[in-house]
């Protein structure tokens, strides 16, 4: 066993002997610091091995890992980084103790090292919910440990979409508003950067102007997220183009399958019918968000509103309806039903209904001549 040992020893010695003769002496001198983590003498001898050996890229990468990623100075490993991809990125180098193309290293370390800064924001982002009074520190950290992801690793969009959420809980609306576009610009195809950054803007005070391509290209890339096509519904609604909102709805509606967000798309569809005037659009859908959710007042309310609108329609001869008492009649009388079924189940709010079916009966007896 002991003649085996020494055998093993002699070889490794070897091994190492032939690796560091292929060195300089500079390099030699900073590596053997390395092995004895004598970091401030590898950390003096590295660059004077840079300045022998500038073609080597072996040495940016060991002095970017073993002396910048230990210190935190991330900026400065990744220049080094990029100096050994601009080097040779299919080179195989040896970094602590495993042999890879440069490319490979750099890839699997800037992975490595953003993945740990991002990490490490979020946990401090969690501990907010523990303790809100000291969100404002927390916050902070955490702004700070994603800026050090940006810096390791900056075509990462989904690090700009959460740094902008942190700045906009810390009240930079600016910086929220800047982060999130920059997300959107490192990825351009993706849905998330394109989504957060819409609903950043409008949280900031943008404008519809700013906010709308950012919606419509989320939409695009993910036609079946019911959430962007209701979010970009209203902001088409916002802006008073109804028919393209309606559209959208529509679309939103289609690509659902949750009873209740299906429930609200359609009491929002309601809602746009009714300002269109539109109380045949309006009652199909105010119906069809009732049915998903019964316990929707206020679509049931909807849909008395849409028998109303019917009744002053014929009522008064207008927008294609022919004019016709009876018929106007006929629609105010369903008007008060559907809000008296729905006053006995809401209790609370009485006397509201109350009020409501003082002007329907007022106009029923107008359109009975009475």
């Not at 055998?7 to 003769?21: A, E, G, W, Y």
């Not at 699997?108 to 990490?119: D, L, P, S, T, V």
């Not at 309606?246 to 746009?272: R, S």
Request: proline share 3%; hydrophobic share 40%; charged share 30%.
């Amino acid at each position: 066993m002991l003649k085996t040992e020494k055998k093993f020893l002699s070889i490794i010695t070897v091994l190492v002997m032939i690796i560091f003769s292929c060195s300089s002496q500079e390099y030699t001198t900073a590596k053997l610091a390395i092995q004895q983590q004598d970091f401030p003498k590898a950390a003096e001898w590295l660059p004077k091995a840079m300045a022998v050996e500038p073609d080597n890229p072996e040495i940016p990468v060991v002095m970017a890992v073993e002396i910048h990623a230990k210190n935190g100075h991330w900026v400065k490993m990744v220049e080094l980084f990029d100096l050994a991809m601009d080097l040779n990125p299919e080179k195989t180098i040896e970094v602590r103790g495993t042999f890879l193309p440069v490319k490979e290293v750099v890839n699997n370390y800037k992975e490595h090292y953003w993945a740990n800064q991002f990490n490490e924001g979020v946990e401090q982002f969690k501990k907010i919910e523990k303790d809100a009074e000291n969100k404002k520190i927390f916050l902070e950290k955490s702004i700070e440990h994603f800026q050090n992801a940006v810096a390791i690793k900056p075509s990462d969009a989904s690090t700009y979409s959460t740094l902008a959420k942190c700045y906009f809980d810390l009240g930079d609306k600016e910086a929220a508003k800047d982060a999130a576009l920059t997300a959107v610009i490192k990825n351009p195809e993706s849905f998330d950067a394109n989504f957060a950054a819409g609903q950043i803007i409008a949280r900031v005070g943008g404008t519809a102007e700013e906010i709308l391509p950012l919606y419509e290209k989320a939409t695009v890339i993910n036609p079946s997220n019911s959430k962007a096509l209701r979010e970009l519904a209203s902001l088409y609604y916002d802006m008073g183009n109804k028919e393209k909102s309606i559209q959208v709805f529509e679309n939103a509606i289609a690509n659902e399958e949750d009873g209740i967000v299906k429930a609200d798309l359609f009491f929002n569809l309601g809602v746009i019918h009714t300002q269109m005037q539109n109380y045949e659009g309006a009652e199909k859908a105010f119906e069809e968000a009732h049915f998903l959710n019964e316990e929707d007042f206020e679509a049931a309310l909807g849909i008395a509103g849409s028998y109303e609108g019917l009744g002053d329609k014929y009522l008064n001869g207008e927008d294609g309806f022919e004019k016709d008492s009876n018929e106007a009649s006929r629609w105010y009388r369903k008007a008060e039903k559907k809000i008296k079924s729905v006053m006995m189940v809401d209790i609370d709010n009485t006397a509201k209904y109350k009020k409501q079916l003082e002007l329907l009966r007022y106009k029923r007896d107008v359109a009975d001549g009475g």
